[in-house]
């Protein structure tokens, strides 16, 4: 089955910084690749995804890129705010028997401080 | 406009209760989900469904049944807790089909505690 790894599992950045987090896939038939941001308390919500027919998409301060090549992807937020402080799941969505299911990544938290 | 809700929010167990958690969604989605999520493991997916009267076996289906008697609801049960079984649980739904945005919603979570 997929196998998504995910890093850094802790992130730390100053306000107005840059942060990316990194992850990779083990299944190249994978075609989808949504981002998720949890908050304290709350369940994970879609932030932004990319298809495997795209290699970059961006919607504001965040961006995803994707390398089907070397099967990975990453999310990059720039000008980074307190209410970005979260913890953020990558996922990668495969072809399995009669449902396509999500594999997540183990986490990263992120922490913006002033 | 609720999504996806799940009840109850919180629980605590002695070993060897039972219990069902319950997942209700509002979008008329087709597939449906319940993961649970433990600290540095991410979310696990325990069992699915693709439709109203069908489950399937997720990466961690031991010690939980399922069941999909409405199209709008998915139950989560537990025969016989046991410690291992404390986490957090997450319901999710979406649409059916792979030309669909494929976005999964998930609910605000059950907080399970097994003593």
């Known amino acids: 089955g997929e196998n998504v790894e995910q890093h850094p599992s802790t992130l730390s950045v100053q306000e107005g910084d840059s942060a990316v987090i990194k992850c990779t896939y083990s299944?190249?038939?994978?075609?989808?690749f949504p981002w998720y941001k949890q908050e304290l308390g709350k369940g994970p919500q879609l932030i932004i995804d990319?298809?495997?027919?795209?290699g970059e998409k961006k919607d504001q301060r965040i961006a995803v890129t994707l390398n089907k090549t070397a099967k990975h992807f990453s999310l990059h937020i720039t000008e980074t705010q307190p209410e970005d402080s979260a913890v953020y799941f990558c996922a990668a969505l495969g072809l399995t028997g009669t449902a396509s299911k999500l594999t997540f990544g183990t986490g990263t938290r992120l922490q913006v401080t002033l | 406009n609720a999504g996806v809700t799940q009840t109850p929010k919180f629980r605590v167990l002695k070993t060897g209760q039972s219990m069902t958690l319950l997942c209700a969604q509002d979008m008329n989605h087709e597939y449906m989900y319940w993961y649970r999520q433990d600290p540095g493991m991410g979310l696990r997916l325990i069992h699915y469904?693709?439709?109203?009267?069908?489950?399937a076996k997720g990466e961690v289906p031991d010690g939980y049944n399922v069941s999909r008697l409405k199209k709008q609801n998915f139950l989560l049960g537990l025969e016989s807790a046991a410690p291992s079984q404390t986490s957090v649980y997450f319901c999710?739904?979406?649409?059916?089909?792979?030309?669909?945005?494929?976005?999964?919603?998930f609910g605000a979570g059950t907080r399970l505690s097994v003593l």
């Open positions: 999710a739904s979406r649409n059916k089909g792979l030309s669909s945005k494929n976005i999964q919603y």
């Open positions: 469904s693709v439709g109203e009267g069908t489950t």
């Open positions: 299944d190249s038939a994978s075609n989808y």
């Open positions: 990319i298809r495997s027919n795209v």
